[in-house]
Structure formats: structure tokens, C-alpha cells
């Protein structure tokens, strides 16, 4: 009997009269193992697909929503809705429809839905970046990935169905356990391929591209199982090609302020530049927010860059070892190397392609006493034993996003172990100083002062706006050098004393955050909202 024949007259011809006793099954004959096979391989598949997709959407939807705890809740919940209706609707077509081209349509149609997926969301992602941390990522999922999805969740039941029918519906548990088990074995392979191999050596573009052909070839195979001629196959060839096209990147017209441009595991980076009379003004743009920037002669761009020079108000406070969590453009970390000989800078930043954009356009390889590693933070503190006179938090992406576990009790901690007797902790936090949107700042600042027990807060714009808010922490006072000295306005201690915040502005306490609770996504999310 040929593999290709239609299930249900397999079946059929496989039945014994109603008078007449149920024949023993045979053992299953060679091709009836090659369809088994080919079932398995497209439940395995299919189940590396909707891993693939999901860990690649998160990259797909940070620029404009984030990388949030918000993003990553929506893509799961949607992509989980879906696959649940995709079973109940793999089940139901699977008993009207018992040929094998079922899985052909569905696995063709997940295809196309793929490979739209970048077209789709460059269409829609800027109508909704602005509509809130959480309903923007749950809108946006559900038009970009639950047909996907659901199409992908009705491949298991479907093959259940197909699988069982290759064996004359014996053994019908055995079926949808191998069945699950493939799948689940997919998942776990389309996993750890994203997020170890994919997202570091292709565009997020490219990757739903891909997807979506390995896709189409198997839908190809499954309407070669069905015994479909060529003729019969064009339609999802062609849905397929046409799909394709519209995702293929379209040559990229730079604006011209735009010198670089990539997509890495962590972001999007982009190299900003204009020439003015003095030379080059270049800053760094890390998803849709401003992370640093310098000047060709290396001044710095951005007025929150500057308050590092806090440190330097304490004329007692030799800078000999210095810190920067978070690398931005290096500008900062590159002033502190330039402060004398002996002066040593570690930069911690969990991107290494920002690292390479740093030697590549921010002169970062001209500082042999700058020492870049591509790390977490509190995993560099906890391997090391070094102690600084000065470490600055800048690891914090943008306006919407600020990596819980580097704003607890614990990672204070962790970082007032590391600092000198004299030494200054410094942070930038994107906040109101009062009103509804300084929830954030409030919150941070019960955590530094049960870890400090001195905290001060600076910001130049009106305390109701959300800015670039510096705070100083300390083991000792630094009244002395913000109270008991007079500095000229123009001066640059001037400016950034003028800055300080009185305490009689400073948000009401909050709870303090610890490993344990920490509902910074959800402060964020309102503040923001306000």
C-alpha cells in the first residue's frame, strides 16, 4: 500500500467486515514508519518556530516599547492564547479533514504570517509606542503574532490525529504522547538556538525570514505526503514567495546624520553625527533613547554626563580608580582617564557591540587605562574585589526600562563594599523630583538610604519633569563641599551645585527594593502613564 495514499481510505480498506472477528493489527510496514518520521520532524519544527518567534519579537518590539517586563509578558501571554486555539482548531479540522494537505495549509499559512511579521510591525509599531507600557505590547502581539501562533498550535493535534491514522488509530495515546514530546523537544531546541546562536549572528529580519521558509518547505513536504500535484501546490508557493518579498529588507536609505546602524542581542544602535566648525558631534542612540554621546575634542554632549564631576568637589577624594556601570558613549569613563597618570577606568557593559562601537567611533582603543568588560554588573562585583573612588550607574535603558536587580538593597550593598573610605557612589534615574511622576525616584531613594547614610539628589529642569536625575551617595557628608563653599556661578562647580535638589522637594518614602520585591516595572509603567 503506498505512503501517499489518503488516510481515511487507508482506514477503511484496513477494516474488516462487521460479521466478520477484528483482525489483529500488523506490524506497522516500512512507509507507515516514513510518515511517522516526517510527522515528527514537522511537530519538531513546528515547535522551534514559535520558540524562534517569540524570543526574536522581543528585539522586534524593544525599540518602541522597550525590554521590559511588560514586553516579555505580553509576547508569552498572546503567543500562549493563541497556541491554546490553535489546538482547539487543529483538533476540530483534523476530524473533518483527515488528509495529510491540512498540515500543508496550516504550516503554509504560519509561513506567510511570519515573514510578514517585520513588514507588520514597521507599519503599526509608531501608531503605538505612545499608547502605554502595557497595553501597547499586548496590542501590537496580538496583531503580529496570534495568527502565527494559532496556525503553529494546530500542526500538534492535527499531526496527532494523522499520526495515530498511520497505524489504523492504534495506539492513539502513544501518538500524542510522541507527538508532545517532539513538540516540547522543538521548543527546547528553537529556544536555546535563538538565544544563543540566532539573535548574535543575524538580524531580527532575517530570522523571521528564515523561519518562515524553513516553514514553507515543510509545508511543500506535507502536501508531498498528501500525494498533491505540483499544480496543486502553487497556491501556498506563491502566498510563500509573495511573503517573502515583502520581507525582504529593503535597502537602507541612511539619513545623513545617521553614521551607524545595527541590531544586537540587546538593542538597536544607532551612531548620530553632525559636523559643526569645532568637528564632529556624535551621540549614541540605543533603542529609541539618547545613552551618551562626545564631541570630536571629547567634551561631552549631554548635560547629565557632566555630573560626574561631583566627585572632584571633595578635594580630598583622589581619583585613582573609577567605575562606570553602564558604557553609553565612554565619554564620561574617557574625562576620568584623562585626569592624571596612575588613573585606572573599568567599564562594565552587558552589550558587547556597544563595546565595539565604542572603539570604532568614540575613540575608546586611545585610552589604554580604560578596561572594558562585557558584563552584568552585579556579576563583575561579585567576581572582583577591587575598590573604587568612584563608581557611576548608568545601566538603565531609556526612560522605560531599568534593570530590576540594579536598583536593590542588595546591589547598594554590593556596591558600598567596593568603595573606598572617601569614595562616591553616583547614579542616573530618569524621574520626576515631585509630583505623580516621581514614584521611581522616591522608591530609589528609601533603597540607597538604608544602604548610604548620606544621599543627595541633583536636576536642572522644573522638579514636576521627568529628567536625568543624579543622585550621590556616600558613607560621609558631603555638606562641606555643597553648603560651607562659595563657587562662582559660571563655574563648573557652580552649575553643578546649583543643581541640588533641597531636601524639602524630594519625594515622599516609599518601600524600600529588595531581590525579593521589587514592582519597579509596574512603578515605571505608571509613572509614565501619568
Request: hydrophobic share 50%.
Amino acid at each position: 500500500m503506498g505512503y501517499g495514499m489518503d488516510f481515511s481510505r487507508r482506514i477503511l480498506m484496513s477494516r474488516s467486515a462487521p460479521n466478520t472477528p477484528k483482525a489483529r493489527p500488523e506490524p506497522l510496514a516500512a512507509p507507515h514508519r516514513f510518515i511517522r518520521a516526517l510527522l515528527g520532524l514537522v511537530c519538531f519544527v513546528a515547535g522551534a518556530a514559535i520558540m524562534v518567534i517569540e524570543i526574536s519579537a522581543n528585539r522586534l518590539l524593544a525599540p518602541n516599547f522597550g525590554n521590559s517586563l511588560y514586553t516579555w509578558t505580553a509576547l508569552i501571554g498572546v503567543i500562549l492564547i493563541a497556541f491554546s486555539v490553535g489546538g482547539y482548531l487543529g483538533g476540530v479540522l483534523a476530524d473533518k479533514m483527515k488528509r495529510m494537505e491540512l498540515l500543508g495549509w496550516l504550516l503554509s499559512g504560519a509561513a506567510a504570517f511570519t515573514m510578514l511579521i517585520p513588514f507588520l510591525n514597521s507599519m503599526m509599531a509608531d501608531s503605538l509606542k505612545d499608547s502605554g507600557l502595557i497595553s501597547g505590547p499586548v496590542v501590537i502581539s496580538l496583531f503580529l503574532f496570534a495568527l502565527p501562533g494559532i496556525l503553529l498550535g494546530a500542526v500538534s493535534p492535527a499531526s496527532v490525529r494523522f499520526y495515530s491514522l498511520a497505524g489504523h488509530d492504534e495506539h492513539v495515546g502513544r501518538a500524542a504522547g510522541t507527538i508532545s514530546m517532539l513538540g516540547s523537544l522543538g521548543s527546547f531546541a528553537g529556544t536555546f538556538l535563538s538565544g544563543f546562536v540566532l539573535l548574535s549572528a543575524f538580524g531580527v529580519k532575517t530570522i523571521f525570514l528564515g523561519a518562515g521558509i524553513v516553514l514553507l518547505l515543510l509545508a511543500l513536504l506535507a502536501f508531498w505526503l498528501a500525494r498533491k500535484s505540483l499544480r496543486s501546490q502553487m497556491a501556498p508557493m506563491l502566498v510563500g514567495l509573495l511573503a517573502a518579498a515583502s520581507a525582504l529588507p529593503a535597502e537602507v536609505v541612511m539619513d545623513k546624520t545617521v553614521r551607524f546602524h545595527s541590531q544586537s542581542f540587546y538593542h538597536q544602535i544607532e551612531v548620530l553625527q553632525c559636523d559643526t566648525p569645532a568637528g564632529w558631534d556624535r551621540r549614541l542612540k540605543l533603542d529609541s533613547t539618547l545613552e551618551g554621546g562626545m564631541m570630536e575634542n571629547g567634551d561631552l554632549v549631554l548635560d547629565y554626563q557632566r555630573f560626574w564631576q561631583l566627585a572632584r568637589l571633595n578635594d580630598g577624594l583622589k581619583i585613582q580608580r573609577a567605575l562606570f556601570i553602564g558604557a553609553g558613549a565612554f565619554g564620561m569613563p574617557e574625562q576620568v582617564a584623562r585626569l592624571g597618570a596612575g588613573v585606572n577606568v573599568d567599564v562594565v557593559e552587558i552589550d558587547p557591540a556597544v563595546i565595539e562601537v565604542g572603539r570604532k567611533f568614540f575613540k575608546l582603543d586611545e585610552f589604554q587605562n580604560i578596561h572594558a568588560h562585557a558584563d552584568d554588573a552585579r556579576r563583575f562585583l561579585q567576581r572582583g574585589g577591587e575598590k573604587y573612588d568612584l563608581i557611576f550607574g548608568d545601566a538603565y535603558n531609556g526612560v522605560r526600562h531599568i534593570p530590576a536587580h540594579l536598583v536593590t538593597r542588595e546591589f547598594f550593598t554590593q556596591v558600598k563594599s567596593h568603595l573606598s573610605a572617601d569614595g562616591v557612589f553616583l547614579m542616573n534615574v530618569i524621574s520626576a523630583v515631585e509630583g505623580d511622576r516621581a514614584a521611581l525616584l522616591g522608591h530609589i531613594l528609601a533603597t540607597l538610604r538604608q544602604v548610604f547614610p548620606n544621599v543627595e539628589v541633583f536636576a536642572e529642569n522644573a522638579r514636576h519633569e521627568s529628567q536625568n536625575v543624579i543622585l550621590l551617595a556616600s558613607l560621609k557628608s558631603w555638606k562641606p563641599w555643597l553648603e560651607d563653599r562659595f563657587y562662582a556661578p559660571s563655574s563648573w562647580q557652580g552649575r553643578l551645585t546649583g543643581a541640588r535638589v533641597s531636601p524639602a522637594f524630594l519625594p515622599a518614602p516609599r518601600e524600600a527594593l529588595t531581590d525579593d520585591w521589587n514592582p519597579i516595572d509596574a512603578v515605571i509603567a505608571r509613572q509614565l502613564g501619568k
